[in-house]
């Protein structure tokens, strides 16, 4: 049989040194190590430059197991990219629930006297924030309510219509949480563009965001 060499297990370390850890002055350190010459720190990076590299950081991507991923942004970015003057486009979101307690912040006092809010407090109560944001305008419409569920989000869209009635058609986009897809909610807005000619309500398009969306 030939001779052979023994790979140890891979641990993460080339010539001792961390993959995440290499800079300019390990490269030096490990070329002194391997060719027993030393090399200045400036000249690896005018070689490093040369070969068309350069240190960047890893960036994170946004990813979603959505089948229907690309379709739905592409919807998404048509709306926007022809949205008319009598159109809107509201991204839609709750935010909490969060515990009402005193916070910190800056306020003009007296010299030699100092604020103070308590670290640890009793809650004086919970709030959820579900808003509207109106992406061509950049106005949010909002309210406080004490839950996330189909009945808030109607609600919702009762003010973004009494707002917004000048407008012949709103959009209407958010995620995939169950309240935001529940047949209660899509058969109201199917039976508020039935009448819509009537009426003169806005007629209400939807436009979901993909699964896992930011």
Not at 3 to 32: D, Q
Not at 34 to 60: D, L, P
Request: glycine share 6%.
């Amino acid at each position: 049989m030939g001779s052979y060499t023994k790979v140890p297990p891979f641990t993460g370390l080339i010539y001792g040194i961390n993959r995440a850890s290499w800079s300019l002055k390990t490269l030096s350190h490990a070329f002194e190590k391997k060719h027993g010459a030393t090399i200045g720190i400036s000249t690896i990076s005018e070689y490093i430059h040369s070969q068309g590299y350069s240190f960047k950081k890893a960036r994170k991507v946004l990813t979603s197991p959505d089948p229907e991923y690309l379709s739905k942004l592409e919807n998404i970015t048509k709306i926007l990219s022809k949205l008319q003057q009598d159109e809107a486009f509201f991204s839609i979101d709750e935010y909490g629930p969060f515990s009402v307690k005193a916070q910190g912040g800056r306020t003009y006092q007296p010299r030699g006297i100092t604020q103070t809010f308590p670290q640890w407090q009793s809650s004086k109560g919970r709030l959820i924030l579900t808003a509207a944001l109106e992406l061509s305008t950049n106005q949010l419409t909002y309210f406080y309510s004490a839950r996330k569920n189909t009945e808030e989000l109607l609600k919702l869209l009762d003010i973004l219509l009494i707002n917004y009635s000048h407008c012949r058609t709103i959009y209407l986009s958010w995620d995939a949480a169950s309240w935001h897809i529940s047949s209660k909610l899509r058969n109201r807005v199917a039976e508020l563009n039935l009448t819509a000619d009537q009426s003169g309500c806005p007629v209400v398009k939807l436009a979901p965001l993909p699964l896992h969306s930011s």
